[in-house]
């Protein structure tokens, strides 16, 4: 028991599958965000610049 309590706690353990995916989309979202924040605004007005 005390044995598999230990290896269930270690740091080093590798995330689970669910958790992976959690963190993935997690950073995916906060670069997104980033990404909207700083580009659409630029881009989207030098498009709509062009397209005038």
Do not use: H, V
Request: glycine letters at 2%.
């Amino acid at each position: 028991n005390d044995n598999s309590n230990q290896n269930e706690d270690t740091p080093f353990e590798p995330l689970t599958p669910a958790e992976k995916i959690d963190f993935l989309f997690s950073k995916i979202y906060d670069l997104d965000e980033q990404l909207k924040s700083t580009k659409e605004g630029n881009s989207k007005n030098r498009i709509t610049r062009y397209l005038r």
